[in-house]
Nanobody, 125 residues
């Protein structure tokens, strides 16, 4: 499956932003979808994940209460809505697809099979 992330940009602290990730190539609903981010000099970290039909989601502690993840299987798209952005949220954000069947939503990079190219989010103070 091919993934194309978009929606990044330069915003001020406290602003909101919505990232989108469009999938193509295979049946979108066969995949758990996730968002990760990577700041300069840091490891890639899990941000959010959502189940195949969108019935359940998982958020990292650092974004819980500020970010939400959703998906529209009819549009082959997963979204990351970000509110109350902080400078520490500055990173390249990647969407990813996991074909694994697990008891909980995958939250490690090695559990995801396909990756988008990333979109840069910069939050100024």
């Amino acid at each position: 499956v091919q993934l194309q992330a978009s929606g990044g940009g330069l915003v001020q602290a406290g602003d909101s932003l919505r990232l989108s990730c469009a999938a193509s190539g295979r049946t979108f609903s066969n995949y758990v979808m996730g968002w990760f981010r990577q700041a300069p000099g840091k490891d890639r970290e899990f941000v959010a994940g959502i189940s195949r039909r969108g019935g359940s989601g998982k958020l990292a502690d650092s974004v819980r209460g500020r970010f939400t993840i959703s998906r529209d299987n009819a549009k082959n798209t997963v979204y990351l809505q970000m509110f109350s952005l902080k400078p520490v949220d500055t990173a390249v954000y990647f969407c990813a697809a996991s074909a694994e069947y697990m008891s909980s939503i995958a939250n490690r990079p090695d559990e995801y099979d396909y990756w988008g190219q990333g979109t840069l989010v910069t939050v100024s103070s």
